[in-house]
Nanobody, 129 residues
């Protein structure tokens, strides 16, 4: 399954961007998230949600500035990014996990990249100071 992320670009510090990700069909029982990889660094968790319940999870570094959401009609995932900082510069990836789990996933599960089965190609966000 291929996800399609879009919406990246160049923005000044303090500005906003909204990323979008076209999700596959049958997302009802899935979990979806955003990860990012800053230049020269490891990929890191940004935000995730349960498609069914809408419960959201955030990395401490973006809490209060970023908002993850979904549109069940359009089957799209979003990441609204406000008050952007130069350290938010990264390639942003959307990811999905539609496995049937035998447990209730916790925040640690949502924040692990290994929990996700399919990924988008990434969209670049550059924040200038």
């Amino acid at each position: 399954v291929q996800l399609q992320a879009s919406g990246g670009g160049l923005v000044q510090a303090g500005g906003s961007l909204k990323l979008s990700c076209a999700a596959p069909e049958r997302t009802f029982n899935s979990r979806m998230g955003w990860f990012r990889q800053p230049p020269g660094k490891e990929r890191e968790f940004v935000a995730a949600l349960s498609w069914r319940s809408g419960t959201t999870y955030y990395a401490d570094s973006v809490k209060g500035r970023f908002t993850i959401s979904r549109d069940g009609v359009k089957n799209e995932l979003y990441l609204q990014m406000n008050t952007l900082k130069p350290e938010d510069t990264a390639a942003y990836y959307c990811a999905g996990d539609s496995k049937t789990l035998g447990f209730v996933p916790n925040s640690a599960y949502y924040s692990r990249s290994a929990s996700y089965d399919y990924w988008g190609q990434g969209t670049l966000v550059t924040v200038s100071s």
